[in-house]
């Protein structure tokens, strides 16, 4: 009850106190204090991925800022030696704007991406996205198969039939998360136990048709689950990868790590980091218990 009082007043408080819930889970404003965070993570066994907030752009001079942006953040993973990768939102290239745009930025991004070897995980928004998102990942896979993933949602309606189609792109890696957008019942599961089982029998379809998994998750049921399907279908370590978000639970990540599982942090930044977290904590309020656990149970 808590945590929900907390996310609905969010949006009115000042911003210096949307920080105190929000500066354990983002990285900073600038991309040097982002780098100094995924290079210590990297020392603690962890692989990164960058995030630049940002979302729902209104002038294609905003996208083409992104990009710029984005493109630098390639450069400085690689020159820096930091083991991660980006990933990205389409909204913020334009996608409810002009979809070819939205194409022609982030072909330059990925194509970039490979020329450096990198990888470029294309974030999944809410529903209205989800056909021009798969739409705009197939035309990227097609052309850098190697440097391009997807995330889907596991409580969405349509997510099996999404990953069933998708199984003709080789290879193939998905990141798997329960979906964080409010979306009415007509499209995703509402039930908290629903959705669990959703999330465990998507990943065991993956784990059998030799899908990479990027299992993102910070629910222990769901972790104990997947650590139970990556035995009982011998899942090299190769194949999948545990996921969470910076600053949250941070005892259950040091414990995979620790256990040898392959686990990446996502590191999100950058100035809009006031619009992120008033969105993210009023959208997810159970993120808001793990953050007041993480300032006060550091580990």
């Known amino acids: 009850m ?43 066994g962890a692989l990164v991925t960058l995030d630049l907030l ?32 980006v990933s990205l939102k389409p909204t913020m290239f334009g996608l409810k704007l002009d979809e070819e ?40 896979h097609q052309r850098w198969p190697r ?17 069933a189609g998708l199984q003709d792109l080789t290879p193939l890696s998905l990141r798997l998360c329960k979906g964080i957008y409010r979306e009415p019942p007509s499209v995703a599961l509402q039930d908290r136990q629903e959705i669990r089982n959703a999330y465990l029998d998507l990943a065991r379809k993956m784990f059998r048709h030799g899908i990479r998994v990027g299992l993102a998750t910070h629910d222990r049921f769901l972790v104990d689950g997947c650590r139970n399907l990556l035995e009982e279908y011998r899942v ?22 620790r256990q040898g599982h392959p686990l990446r942090v996502y590191v999100p930044f950058g100035k809009d980091w006031f619009g992120y977290s008033v969105r993210r904590l009023r959208e997810n309020p159970t993120l808001v218990r793990h953050i007041l656990r993480a300032l006060f149970f550091r580990g």
């Not at 949602?153 to 990953?163: G, I």
């Open 2 to 44: 808590l945590s929900s009082w907390i996310a609905r007043v969010l949006p009115h408080m000042p911003p210096g106190w949307v920080w105190i819930f929000s500066r354990r889970y983002i990285a900073g404003e600038t991309l040097e204090q982002a780098l100094a965070v995924c290079r210590s993570l990297n020392e603690a």
């Open 54 to 85: 940002g979302e729902d752009v209104l002038r294609d001079e905003q996208a083409r800022s992104y990009r710029v942006q984005y493109l630098e953040i390639l450069d400085q993973l690689s020159r820096q030696g930091v083991r991660g990768n």
């Open 101 to 140: 745009r939205c194409w022609e930025h982030l072909s330059v991004i990925v194509a970039r991406a490979a020329e450096l070897d990198l990888f470029v995980r294309v974030d999944m928004e809410d529903s209205s996205c989800v056909d021009a998102e798969i739409k705009l990942f197939r035309r990227l």
């Open 147 to 163: 440097h391009v993933g997807l995330v889907v949602q596991a409580y969405l309606h349509r997510t099996p039939a999404d990953v």
């Open 236 to 257: 090299a370590p190769e194949a999948y990868e545990f996921q969470m978000l910076y600053g949250v639970t941070p005892e259950l990540r040091g414990a995979l790590l």
